[in-house]
């Protein structure tokens, strides 16, 4: 069932405005660097920028074109050269793929069809088409692939190619350090979302104990507190898993950090800069975020404790769609959609806490939790299983809440990102908790 305020209309105007804005994103992404930064491949963890602006039209086309519309295929020639899990990213360079210009024609021409359906598709009928979904799934695909892109240009050398205002300064936030979370059930996940994945599906009831949880992510000044205590030479801190990847691969400091005398500096999207010491910290793999929690007294929060923090207003006993209620995120709530190069500083968006006082858990960084990728109770796969079926297992960790490179239409207080523990590439920070009548 579909909550009654997504009305068709409201849901068929959503899709154009999401399916825009993300063009829009992919646009700026592959159009800011010449076409050699886009066959160019910045690392052999991503795909080169003109491999993902295909596959965004691939896809496009595969869903919205074919599935929804029934339409004929238009370059079925190329469907294997673009299926992700035919082809590793380190081999993707190597593959006949079409030339910057061909792929921007190609993912224009779907996207002309696409607008030309939308109007006419019902939203109803189908799995596919109810809602909308299709198209919301789309949407989010794009921006999910922004996203990449976005890592993809953190990690490529050479000039500046991208710019955004900084966030609003704040004043150093001085609010409790922690927050207490009640214990009892909660609703876990969505069946009412209308646009929600498989694998935020379906809602369900979950017990948590009392907890104290982080107010704001962990920063910049925190995390470097870890590092000259000498958290990364102590055994201790670290899982054996963490230890052997740290040792092995001489990992001191967060990715992109550097250290010049007494002082770190970051290297962001081309720029060297020294480390703000009130950001929430970036870059950090899940052994590290795990490691300063050890190091702290304390514990990454899991995964239940995450949501219940993000969307329990007890007030009301229910569950709410993001930390400060129903509404969409606004500019005032949250840092999403690559509208800063950076996280906000940690306590701002006051306006987008949480009941309990829990601060930025949308946007700004993804926070990695304590707990493995796993289905909830129930699931069924949909539309197809290699979205989140074949991730789920002890392999992924999952991160929340999204970052500020994540648009707002794929990222909600239900929304699952997961990945491998190692991945540093990734905008991923995290927060702390602790068990109630811990010390």
């Not at 596959?55 to 238009?74: D, F, S, T």
């Not at 919301?136 to 050398?157: K, N, S, V, W």
């Not at 690559?338 to 949308?362: N, T």
Request: with cysteine.
């Amino acid at each position: 069932m579909t909550d009654p305020a997504f009305d068709v209309d409201t849901l068929r105007e959503r899709a154009l405005t999401t399916l825009t804005t993300a063009r829009a994103r992919t646009t700026l992404l592959t159009s800011c660097v010449e076409d050699p930064d886009l066959t160019a491949q910045h690392s052999p963890l991503m795909s080169p920028l003109v491999w993902d602006l295909a596959h965004i039209g691939n896809q496009e086309e595969q869903w919205l074109l074919r599935a929804v519309a029934g339409r004929e295929a238009m370059r079925p020639e190329i469907d294997g050269l673009y299926d992700a899990f035919e082809h590793p990213r380190a081999e993707r360079p190597s593959l006949p793929l079409l030339p910057p210009g061909e792929a921007r024609n190609y993912a224009a021409e779907v996207r002309g069809r696409v607008l030309d359906i939308l109007e006419s598709t019902a939203f109803h009928g189908t799995r596919l088409t109810e809602a909308g979904f299709a198209f919301g799934m789309i949407a989010q695909h794009e921006q999910q692939h922004d996203e990449t892109m976005l890592i993809t240009h953190q990690l490529r050398r050479g000039p500046q190619a991208l710019t955004a205002p900084d966030p609003d300064p704040v004043p150093l936030f001085t609010g409790p350090s922690e927050v207490l979370v009640p214990g009892g059930p909660f609703t876990m996940g969505t069946s009412t979302e209308p646009w929600a994945l498989d694998n935020e599906r379906p809602a369900h009831r979950r017990e948590v104990a009392p907890f104290h949880i982080d107010t704001t992510p962990v920063t910049n000044a925190a995390y470097q507190a870890f590092i000259e205590d000498g958290g990364y030479d102590t055994e201790h801190w670290w899982t054996p898993e963490g230890w052997a990847h740290i040792r092995q691969h001489s990992i001191h400091a967060p990715l992109f950090w550097h250290r010049d005398g007494r002082q770190w500096l970051r290297r962001r999207f081309g720029v060297t800069e020294v480390v703000p010491p009130d950001e929430p910290v970036l870059h950090v793999c899940w052994y590290e975020a795990d490691a300063y929690a050890r190091w702290a007294g304390r514990r990454l929060p899991t995964e239940a404790e995450w949501e219940k923090a993000a969307r329990h207003d007890p007030a009301g006993d229910r569950s709410m769609r993001y930390p400060w209620g129903d509404a969409d995120p606004a500019p005032v709530h949250a840092n999403l959609g690559q509208r800063h190069l950076r996280p906000a500083p940690a306590g701002s968006y006051p306006e987008g806490e949480s009941p309990l006082g829990v601060r930025q858990l949308i946007g700004d960084v993804w926070e990695w939790t304590a707990s493995d990728f796993l289905p909830y109770p129930g699931f069924q796969a949909f539309p197809y299983k290699e979205y989140s079926e074949v991730f789920f297992g002890p392999e992924y960790k999952v991160l929340r809440g999204g970052s500020f490179a994540v648009d707002a239409v794929a990222c909600r207080g239900t929304f699952r990102n997961w990945d491998y523990p190692i991945r540093r590439q990734i905008f991923s920070g995290f927060r702390t908790a602790r068990s109630a009548g811990d010390a």
